[in-house]
């Protein structure tokens, strides 16, 4: 009897250990961008990412020359492309993003358009300059 009770149980609970999570990457089931990218916007800027990845949520850090400014977005696991962006730093007013980024090369290399926008002080007035360019990163192992 001590046997048929102790089979009932462990199959009540099979269900319910399987459906445990044990990774540390995103739940998603795609492309994990967690960990550290670096490369240019342009020509000559030097800009770095640092990412945190919670299923298709993204955040982290996002450095521009010597600026860091935190960043959110969001990755499509069917297509790779992260979509990004950050809120206009207070002391320059700058903001940057990206509509599609897009994940290459076996998950080491986004690349694609992203934009720069700047407006006068205080921020959020007056006239928006914007730049678009080509950003390209690789993942910094």
Not at 11 to 18: C, K, S, V, Y
Not at 104 to 117: I, K, Y
């Amino acid at each position: 009897m001590r046997t048929l009770t102790q089979l009932l149980l462990l199959a009540a609970l099979a269900p319910l250990l399987g459906a445990c999570d044990t990774g540390t990457g995103p739940d998603s089931g795609g492309p994990d961008l967690t960990g550290t990218w670096t490369g240019t916007f342009g020509a000559s800027t030097t800009v770095r990412m640092v990412l945190r990845q919670s299923g298709n949520d993204v955040s982290g850090d996002f450095t521009a020359g010597s600026t860091t400014q935190s960043l959110t977005g969001t990755l499509d696991p069917a297509t790779g492309v992260f979509s990004w962006g950050t809120a206009a730093d207070p002391n320059t007013c700058v903001s940057w993003g990206s509509s599609g980024l897009q994940l290459a090369e076996q998950a080491s290399a986004l690349s694609g358009v992203a934009r720069r926008a700047q407006t006068s002080q205080p921020c959020g007035s007056g006239r928006v300059s914007v730049s678009q360019g080509t950003m390209s990163l690789s993942r910094a192992f």
